[in-house]
Nanobody, 115 residues
Framework: QVQLVESGGGLVQAGGSLRLSCAAS????????MEWYRQAPGKQREVVAA???????NYVDSVKGRFTISRDNAKNTVYLQMDSLKPEDTAVYYC?????????WGQGTQVTVSS
């Protein structure tokens, strides 16, 4: 059974940093593309960052230069390092992967950035 468990969210002042973690079980992250999504109140869920099985990364324009997605294969964990946080980054953050046409989501972790 595939499970994704996020951690690392919290309350931070604007300009601060947080590192989110997504620990996986039931699959090897090194074989799968992974994404971080976020959903702010009243808004649609949007993809923030992605990493392919080969290690290539992509980011939404609003976080380029501030967020970094990475993967630790030994720990089977994907990270999202978030620096220079802004109030508009406030959202619930989810990790996601798709395996054999099935979507898997974590439970989400709240990130709140105060001005």
């Amino acid at each position: 059974q595939v499970q994704l468990v996020e951690s690392g969210g919290g309350l931070v002042q604007a300009g601060g940093s947080l590192r989110l973690s997504c620990a996986a079980s039931g699959l090897f992250l090194s074989f799968n593309a992974m994404e971080w999504y976020r959903q702010a109140p009243g808004k649609q869920r949007e993809v923030v960052a992605a990493i392919t099985s080969g290690g290539s990364t992509n980011y939404v324009d609003s976080v380029k230069g501030r967020f970094t997605i990475s993967r630790d294969n030994a720990k089977n964990t994907v990270y999202l390092q978030m620096d220079s946080l802004k109030p508009e980054d406030t959202a619930v953050y989810y990790c996601h992967t798709r395996r054999r046409l099935v979507d898997y989501w974590g439970q989400g972790t709240q990130v709140t950035v105060s001005s």
